[in-house]
């Protein structure tokens, strides 16, 4: 039986079609009949007009705006989703996420790293703006592979979402922007090259940009769905689960559920 993953994107997805639309099929051709990717995003107008690399580099506009997303994990275990991919390298609320529920919630850029580490020696996350580099870097600075990550980086000039998703029409400039940026990353010793940044990545796929200068250029949401997917294999066929001890800790699962309830008006 197929699993049903839940797959949430930090933009007003619906707004970027070409993008909703590139994961939705690439996620069939990794995926095959094993699992299915719902993809989710936020409400339009969530962002204000503004671009979410703009504003959710503000540690305010990061809680506000995405705090949605801490009652969609909530919902998607209730709806009998297997996994939880948060599809975003601004990585928000993984420890919140990860103590609400029981099914594994997956990091797109915890996946990315650990993979990565599995690739090389030493990685290199390229994103789309200083901003979303400066989260990214904080995340790794999280999961404590800092001994592992060479640099953390982004394209000169930086593109915005929306400017990323024009690209989709007319890639050239945003894969030499990359390019660069990358053969730079190399040059200074890096092994494995991973876009920190998900329209920016899946431009890079849908136009076959797997290598650059001998180092692989990881393809972030395939090695997160098929993480979520082994995960949940995990926890259906031997019970694993994330450890409450401390990090994840979630000793009253009943108040979670009455604390989700009345922030939905229920």
Same mark, same amino acid.
């Given at each position: 039986?197929?699993? +049903?993953?839940?797959?949430?994107?930090?933009?007003?997805?619906?707004?970027? &079609?070409? /993008? !909703?639309?590139?994961?939705?099929?690439?996620?069939?051709?990794?995926? &095959?009949?094993?699992?299915?990717?719902?993809?989710?995003?936020?409400?339009?107008?969530?962002?204000?007009?503004?671009?979410?690399?703009?504003?959710?580099?503000?540690?305010?506009?990061?809680?506000?705006?995405?705090?949605?997303?801490?009652?969609?994990?909530?919902?998607?275990?209730?709806?009998?989703?297997?996994?939880?991919?948060?599809?975003?390298?601004?990585?928000?609320?993984?420890?919140?996420? =990860?103590?609400?529920?029981?099914?594994?919630?997956?990091?797109?850029?915890?996946?990315?790293?650990?993979?990565?580490?599995?690739?090389? !020696? /030493?990685?290199?996350?390229?994103?789309?703006?200083?901003?979303?580099?400066?989260?990214? +870097?904080?995340?790794?600075?999280?999961?404590?592979?800092?001994?592992?990550?060479?640099?953390?980086?982004?394209?000169?000039?930086?593109?915005?979402?929306?400017?990323?998703?024009?690209?989709?029409?007319?890639?050239?400039?945003?894969?030499?922007?990359?390019? =660069?940026?990358?053969?730079?990353?190399?040059?200074?010793?890096?092994?494995?090259?991973?876009?920190?940044?998900?329209?920016?990545?899946?431009?890079?796929?849908?136009?076959?940009?797997?290598?650059?200068? &001998?180092?692989?250029?990881?393809?972030?949401?395939?090695?997160?769905?098929? /993480?979520?997917?082994?995960?949940? =294999?995990?926890?259906?066929?031997?019970?694993? +689960?994330?450890? +409450?001890?401390?990090? /994840?800790?979630?000793?009253?699962?009943?108040?979670? &559920?009455?604390?989700?309830?009345?922030?939905?008006?229920?």
């Amino acid at each position: 039986m197929a699993l +049903r993953i839940w797959h949430q994107s930090t933009t007003e997805i619906d707004n970027i &079609g070409v /993008y !909703k639309d590139s994961l939705i099929s690439r996620a069939r051709m990794i995926l &095959g009949g094993e699992a299915e990717i719902d993809v989710h995003g936020l409400p339009s107008g969530a962002h204000h007009g503004r671009a979410p690399s703009a504003s959710l580099g503000n540690a305010y506009l990061h809680h506000r705006i995405l705090e949605p997303i801490l009652h969609n994990v909530i919902e998607a275990e209730r709806q009998g989703y297997a996994a939880f991919v948060m599809g975003s390298f601004s990585d928000p609320f993984i420890r919140e996420l =990860r103590s609400a529920v029981d099914i594994p919630v997956i990091s797109l850029t915890e996946s990315a790293l650990l993979i990565g580490c599995s690739l090389g !020696k /030493y990685l290199v996350p390229i994103s789309n703006a200083p901003a979303v580099a400066w989260m990214t +870097r904080t995340s790794v600075d999280a999961y404590q592979l800092q001994a592992r990550v060479l640099d953390v980086t982004s394209i000169d000039p930086p593109m915005d979402e929306p400017a990323l998703a024009a690209g989709y029409h007319n890639p050239g400039p945003v894969i030499a922007a990359f390019t =660069r940026a990358a053969e730079r990353a190399v040059a200074a010793g890096a092994d494995v090259i991973i876009p920190a940044e998900g329209v920016l990545a899946q431009l890079l796929v849908i136009n076959g940009v797997k290598t650059i200068a &001998g180092a692989p250029v990881l393809d972030v949401f395939a090695a997160a769905w098929c /993480y979520a997917v082994m995960m949940a =294999r995990l926890w259906e066929r031997t019970g694993l +689960r994330a450890g +409450r001890a401390w990090q /994840y800790r979630r000793e009253d699962p009943e108040l979670i &559920g009455i604390i989700h309830a009345e922030s939905q008006g229920a």
